[in-house]
């Protein structure tokens, strides 16, 4: 760190009453950097400069979507049909290099690092994301993942005997176990609520919430987009539902950073959690849960370090000696998708999604898990009746034959779902992603269709 940037640090912390709270040698008091005025704070400088993106913010000297965006961009292996983005994500190659920037810059003098500089480019990354994100920064914490997030909330709610969590069946699987487990643990009862399969519109989904949702629930937890059967929630009009009758919202945003328009004031929501690799395509190992104000005493870290007590973006921010490059590098991925275009991958993600499952759909005569307005990125296209005639039950076995063999004989990276007596893909699009690699799979499964038929599969 330059020594401008030392000083920057020391005036923005020293800049309201003197005081010495949780915090570093230059940033005394995390909480009220974080809660500074946007006029007020000046960021501090790198050690290292990071990629420049300003072409692209031309259409017409950006790289174009798909295999060269692929190549330029990513670090997939060429000759891998790569469709589940929506697992783990994959991460831009300049979000790869950049922690590793990092790693290296802080093993070159650790104490002035962590003493000194970690928390205060926290705070900036903090305020940057909080902007795209539709929130206050003071209302933003940092966390490894999604799960991590989830727990930090469902534990740390004041859960009595009786009291009720509501769910319903799409409800990602470690979050009905944590869920179950808090159950068990306090005395509380669960109720989960089933969807049916395949989806007639979104007012199904409203309609059972309404119907089902009892006042005085103590929560309601929701996914913005359920991870098997990838459709858009209706979240605005659940969380509507809910409020009326004053339950607060959990929503499991795994999906949404980057792919969905997150505004969380408007959205109205009380707990928000999203993962930053998914979509964003940042380095592993980052995510942000967003609390409303009002709500914040009712949650805390599942770690307990120095700035516990301090306020909620210091009960979050460190938990101990790690690795925060994850957190740093969401800069560079920042610049990315701002320099690109935000709503110029979306279209592109989302007029892909439409034209690959269409062409599925398509080629083998089947269907959609849901209306096709009701999908971003991803969309969970039915496969051939074949795979299921004569089967009295279908389970995650069936899904798991048709899945290894079109990794391992075709090198198509895509999942298959189980889902109430069907067998579905769940297809990921993105902006490595192009109608070439859709093209393959529905290849694949005629071929896995015609074995079946013979006896073969």
């Known amino acids: 760190m330059t020594d401008a940037s030392k000083g920057v640090c020391a005036e923005n912390a020293g800049a309201g009453h003197g005081k010495r709270d949780f915090g570093s040698f230059y940033s005394s008091n995390v909480e009220e950097l974080i809660n500074m005025p946007e006029d007020e704070y000046v960021p501090p400088e790198f050690p290292f400069t990071f990629p420049s993106y300003d072409e692209y913010k031309s259409s017409k000297t950006a790289p174009p979507f798909g295999r060269k965006m692929r190549r330029k961009h990513y670090f997939l292996e060429e000759d891998c049909t790569f469709l589940n983005h929506g697992a783990f994500g994959a991460s831009l190659k300049e979000a790869v290099l950049v922690a590793q920037q990092w790693q290296a810059y802080i093993e070159k003098q ?3 690092f962590f003493d000194r500089e970690v928390l205060i480019h926290l705070i900036y990354i903090t305020r940057r994301m909080a902007k795209f994100v539709g929130c206050h920064p003071g209302e933003l914490a940092l966390v490894p993942n999604v799960t991590s997030a989830m727990n ?24 009905k176990t944590l869920i179950k487990h808090t159950a068990k643990e306090k005395g509380a009862t669960i109720q989960e609520e089933t969807i049916e399969f395949p989806i007639q519109s979104k007012q199904q989904i409203i309609n059972l919430v309404k119907n089902t949702l009892r006042k005085g629930t103590k929560l309601a937890v929701f996914d913005h987009i359920p991870s098997n059967t990838p459709f ?34 408007e959205l109205d929501v009380d ?30 870290p599942l770690i307990i370090s120095h700035g516990f007590g301090h306020g909620f973006n210091s009960d979050f921010m460190w938990s101990g000696l790690r690795d925060y490059s994850p957190f740093l590098s969401l800069h560079t991925v920042l610049d990315f998708w701002q320099s690109v275009g935000v709503q110029r991958i979306r279209d592109y993600v989302y ?9 599925l759909v398509r080629r083998w005569n089947t269907g959609l898990i849901a209306p096709k307005d009701m999908f971003g990125s991803m969309a969970a296209v039915r496969l051939p009746s074949i795979f299921v005639d004569g089967k009295q039950t279908v389970s995650y076995s069936d899904a798991e034959v048709i899945q290894n063999n079109l990794y391992q004989r075709f090198n198509i990276e895509v999942p298959i779902k189980a889902v109430q007596g069907q067998l579905y893909v769940r297809i990921s699009c993105h902006i490595h992603n192009e109608l070439k690699d859709y093209e393959n799979l529905a290849e694949a499964i005629l071929v896995l269709a015609a074995e079946r038929v013979q006896g073969v599969l």
């Open 110 to 112: 650790p104490l002035r």
């Open 152 to 175: 930090a909330v469902i534990k740390n709610l004041d859960i009595k005997q009786g009291d009720n969590i509501y769910y319903l069946n799409v409800t990602y699987g470690s979050v």
């Open 232 to 265: 858009i929630q209706p979240l605005q009009e659940l969380i509507h539902i809910c409020h009326e009758r004053g339950v607060p919202v959990l929503v499991d945003g795994a999906h949404g950073l980057g792919i969905l328009p997150l505004n969380l004031h």
């Open 271 to 300: 707990y928000y959690t999203t993962n930053c690799h998914k979509w964003f395509s940042s380095f592993k190992g980052c995510a942000l849960l967003y609390v409303k104000k009002s709500l914040q005493s009712t949650v805390g």
């Open 351 to 359: 007029k892909l999604r439409e034209q690959a499952a269409e062409y």
